[in-house]
């Protein structure tokens, strides 16, 4: 959009703004001083839900002007737009203007997408992820999570490893030199589709806590809630403070980070737990694969698809993020691992089988304990598990895909996932022209 554009913008809000009752939250994205920034959001009285769950993630703030404003008319038209619809971003001015949307995202993206070049040029690197401290036999231990939303990202951050485990952060993060972890949010915004006490106690308890904001959720007669309705959609969500949790740790106590893991919610080939290099991390970090759900929109649901670093909302090109993660996981041993949060062979059928919330918590607490036997994945390159504790020996398969296509007798369709993959990746990295050669030949 040219500046002239842009302008026309502006007076077509700010004329719409003169005539309507507005509220002003103000607060902190991060409570961290090396990367704090003072925000602001501004937004339509008849919209005051966003403003209530924007207040719940800002840190208090009280006094002063913003470093990031979002400016919010979501019951004003941008004819001549896609859906008549419009958001712009500023970076020059740390703006963001967002016309004819009542979603809440616009506002929490709005002033994190601001806050993700701010980190940058810091020397750091804005991460969509979630930050947890585990408590381990050779001390505590910060584990970093990446993934795009629904692939398993709040999920695995919240949920219990081993004696202790507090969850610290559920979306994003400042990764900076030494592996320093910084915090953005003072809540969190869990996607509640399917949400069940029994495998996500904390969020469950925080999500149906008197101070949660909920959206999209079903509820009968009655004042009864039910997760698992989908008549309305699949999208239903919720804000809530850290402090609807009962225990969380604040990021400023973290000691610098052991290990990242990228989620990825593949169908096929792709382990429950993969170990990565330092060049396979960068590359695959780039590659930012998983397969669509609803959580990002009917267009995205079921689709194949790679956003570099799981982050579709860094405001520059991705070629700087993946040379800059490099360049910080040079900075501070940092183990990388892969890890399906979807299926193998595929996601229903014969041999089909599901990477459930348990695996998942098993694969976590393996990565903050040890006590995995490694062996080379020839096809792939990385290290793939043996055994892992907790996984049993029927559920196997889920560390080595491998071995269930060929007691399947299906070796061929393994094959042509190899070729297809090896090529796919290959190509959709050589897209980006400046990225470190090095991470291109990482795949």
Same mark, same amino acid.
């Given at each position: ?46 919209? #005051? ?52 949307? =009542? ?25 969509? #992820? ?66 069940? &006490? ?58 610098? &980070? ?40 009917? =267009? ?19 070629? &700087? ?33 599901? &990477? ?22 020839? =096809? ?53 022209? =400046? ?9």
């Amino acid at each position: 959009m040219s500046r002239e554009e842009y302008a026309k913008i502006v007076a077509l809000q700010e004329d719409y703004i003169r005539d309507q009752e507005m509220i002003v939250i103000d607060g902190y994205i991060s409570n961290a001083p090396e990367v704090q920034t003072a925000a602001r959001l501004i937004i339509e009285k008849a919209n #005051a839900n966003v403003a209530g769950m924007q207040k719940f993630l800002y840190f208090p703030r009280e006094g002063g002007e913003p470093t990031v404003t979002v400016i919010d008319t979501p019951n004003l038209v941008a004819q001549g737009y896609p859906n008549d619809r419009c958001i712009t971003v500023d970076l020059e001015n740390n703006i963001t203007r967002v016309l004819n949307s =009542d979603y809440f995202g616009e506002s929490k993206k709005g002033g994190l997408r601001m806050w993700n070049k701010i980190v940058y040029d810091k020397g750091g690197l804005p991460m969509h #992820a979630g930050a947890k401290l585990v408590q381990t036999e050779h001390g505590p231990k910060t584990i970093v999570i990446i993934g795009l939303s629904g692939t398993g990202k709040t999920t695995s951050t919240f949920r219990k490893q081993g004696k202790d485990s507090k969850p610290v952060q559920d979306d994003f993060i400042a990764l900076m030199p030494g592996g320093i972890v910084h915090g953005t949010e003072n809540g969190c915004f869990a996607k509640t589709f399917a949400l069940s &006490v029994e495998h996500e106690p904390e969020i469950y308890g925080a999500v149906t806590s008197p101070i949660a904001y909920l959206e999209n959720v079903y509820m009968d007669q009655d004042g009864n809630l039910d997760f698992f309705n989908e008549s309305f959609t699949q999208n239903g969500r919720a804000v809530f403070p850290m402090e609807a949790l009962g225990r969380y740790e604040d990021a400023r106590n973290l000691p610098p &980070v052991s290990a990242i893991v990228i989620l990825n919610r593949a169908r096929a080939v792709v382990p429950a737990l993969a170990k990565l290099s330092q060049q396979q991390a960068a590359a695959y970090f780039m590659l930012g694969e998983t397969q669509g759900t609803s959580a990002g929109g009917k =267009d995205e649901a079921g689709k194949a698809l790679r956003v570099p670093g799981t982050n579709p909302f860094f405001p520059l090109p991705h070629d &700087v993020q993946g040379n800059r993660f490099l360049k910080l996981l040079r900075t501070h041993p940092i183990d990388v691992y892969l890890m399906n949060t979807g299926w193998i062979v595929d996601d229903q059928g014969p041999g089909s089988k599901k &990477v459930t919330i348990e695996h998942s918590s098993f694969c976590l607490q393996a990565i903050a304990e040890g006590g995995v036997t490694w062996a080379d994945d020839l =096809d792939f390159g990385y290290g793939v598990a043996e055994h892992l504790p907790g996984i049993s020996a029927e559920d196997e398969d889920l560390l080595q895909p491998k071995k269930a296509f060929e007691r399947l007798g299906r070796m061929e369709e393994y094959d042509a996932w190899v070729q297809k993959l090896r090529t796919e990746r290959r190509a959709f990295l050589k897209t980006f022209p =400046d990225l470190d050669p090095y991470i291109l030949a990482g795949i």
